[in-house]
């Protein structure tokens, strides 16, 4: 198995790929009982198939022992590094888990290290994990068990892999982690410093997005996250999960604070950086919720017709303090998900931006390839004219159409152009991080990577010759189109050829930090 770049994306299964494979290599999430389940079932299918299986993720991690994948090889959510080796034995009939803590001096570390290749889903797109794990105890949450306490990069890491990005022609770039707002406690440093930091980097024309914050965390720096919100690269936007409107039910799930620090947040906020968009989300029917508890997330939603709102029916995670309270009949849980669902489709936020002239960043296509997708200052999406030299740039648009979820602009007249970098983007499938040596180019876009010597843009593995100790690279033939410097491979490259597909509920990027989706 090659120690070259391996890009994992999170699909669908694609049975034509997946069956010509020699090993699955599946990666998990374990916030809801029907992602844990689909895991299940892809092991079951890749087992039928007498496939080699790593697991990994967050439920092998939280859950080992688990019966359906005892015997099998796992990678533990801070092991992503080193997939490589997994691999390898699994290929030969070994069985491996790396489930450890990364530590340095006995302090526990953020993850893999953010300066390893990568392959970005979007080249566009960089996606940096700020943090890993988180300092709450929610009652309800599985995740706290796979990823731990809080363990934040460096300022310092951060700022280095925002500026390689920028290098390599990314033109956005979103943090992300299981809560940005708790960033830095454990390390003596807070958000705010990051993001002064990260916006001196930021070129013209690129722009960058904060993931979720959970309201205790960012009460204390409002007044600064106003400034930087307000900043002309970064996006007027956030995440702030709410999870209900009372507060007798935000005492049971634990979440340390109270409806009316969320108000004042919301309030400072859409007060201080006008027409921020303010995105979150609603749990419905956790245990011991009433009709009149529902009710309060109903007048909160009214009040505050939050423009994103991603409502989640409640699933009780096993080992939860909150499976093992008094659940609400599922029939009620289904029946206020529809209410709820039914109540955030009955306003529509974009009416009013017929006729305005906006500013939009453009960075990929539309799901049904129609157009691209834009955002404008307050990260709402803008569907624009498919024009391939605009992708990448920043435009002004005259908005001409409003729905739901999107509004329509085409490029207005005489409207400036900014290219938001003079270096070309990286092309899907390249690796991030490199120069010259080694060739590796990956299908993203598939659910299969597929590394042979008779596909045309695959490396052959047989071909690669073994790097010596240093990191330089002796002599080796590679099939692929862009060469990049083995240097930055310092590992053995060995073994048989291998077919990997991966399927999976979230996108997990091999030889760098996982980057934990934005919105949960």
Not at 292 to 303: A, N, W
Not at 312 to 320: E, K, L, V, W
Not at 351 to 363: A, F, N, P, R
Not at 366 to 382: C, L, P, R
Request: with cysteine.
């Amino acid at each position: 198995m090659s120690s070259s770049v391996l890009h994992l994306e999170a699909t669908r299964l694609n049975l034509d790929n997946s069956l010509d494979a020699d090993l699955w290599l599946l990666n998990s999430c374990t916030v809801k009982n029907p992602a844990e389940d689909h895991f299940r079932n892809s092991i079951k299918k890749a087992q039928e198939q007498n496939k080699k299986v790593v697991v990994a993720g967050c439920v092998p991690q939280a859950q080992p022992r688990m019966d359906y994948i005892k015997g099998l090889s796992i990678i533990g959510v801070q092991q992503i590094d080193r997939v490589v080796e997994v691999v390898e034995e699994t290929i030969k009939g070994h069985s491996v888990r790396l489930l450890g803590q990364k530590k340095d001096k006995g302090k526990r570390l953020g993850g893999a290290r953010l300066d390893l290749p990568k392959i970005r889903k979007n080249p566009l797109i960089e996606i940096i994990s700020i943090n890993t794990g988180c300092l709450n105890a929610c009652t309800y949450c599985k995740t706290k068990h796979a990823r731990g306490d809080l363990a934040s990069y460096s300022v310092a890491e951060l700022v280095d892999r925002a500026i390689q990005s920028f290098q390599e022609g990314v033109c956005e770039i979103w943090l992300t982690s299981e809560d940005t707002g708790a960033y830095g406690r454990d390390i003596g440093t807070d958000l705010p410093t990051l993001l002064w930091k990260l916006v001196e980097v930021i070129p013209e024309g690129a722009m960058l997005r904060l993931g979720m914050t959970n309201p205790p965390y960012i009460l204390e720096h409002l007044e600064e996250m106003a400034k930087i919100l307000l900043h002309p690269r970064v996006y007027s936007f956030l995440h702030v999960p709410v999870q209900t409107g009372s507060d007798s039910v935000l005492m049971d799930m634990k979440r340390e604070y109270c409806i009316a620090d969320f108000k004042r947040v919301a309030d400072f906020l859409k007060e201080q950086v006008p027409g921020i968009t303010i995105a979150t989300d609603i749990i419905c029917g956790f245990p011991g919720e009433t009709e009149v508890d529902f009710q309060e997330t109903l007048k909160l939603i009214r009040e505050y017709k939050f423009p994103s709102l991603f409502i989640n029916q409640f699933y009780p995670r096993p080992g939860t303090p909150a499976a093992k309270m008094e659940q609400v009949p599922a029939q009620v849980k289904k029946q206020r998900t529809r209410v709820l669902s039914q109540l955030f489709q009955s306003y529509t936020p974009y009416d009013s931006t017929i006729g305005e002239k906006q500013q939009v960043l453009i960075t990929e296509e539309s799901f049904d390839g129609q157009y691209y997708v834009a955002h404008n200052k307050f990260y709402e999406q803008v569907l624009v004219p498919k024009q391939p030299e605009l992708l990448g740039k920043m435009i002004e648009v005259d908005i001409y159409e409003a729905g739901k979820h999107f509004m329509k602009g085409k490029p207005a007249q005489n409207g400036k152009i900014h290219t938001p970098s003079i270096v070309k983007p990286l092309l899907k499938g390249e690796v991030s991080g490199m120069t010259e040596g080694l060739a590796v180019v990956v299908d993203t876009g598939c659910s299969a990577i597929t590394i042979s010597d008779h596909a045309p843009h695959w490396v052959d593995l047989q071909e690669i010759k073994t790097l010596s100790k240093n990191g330089t690279a002796l002599p080796a033939r590679c099939t692929g189109e862009r060469s990049f410097s083995a240097s930055l491979f310092p590992w053995n490259v060995k073994g048989p050829r291998v077919k990997i597909v991966s399927v999976s509920l979230a996108v997990l990027a091999v030889i760098t930090a996982v980057s934990m989706a934005i919105f949960r």
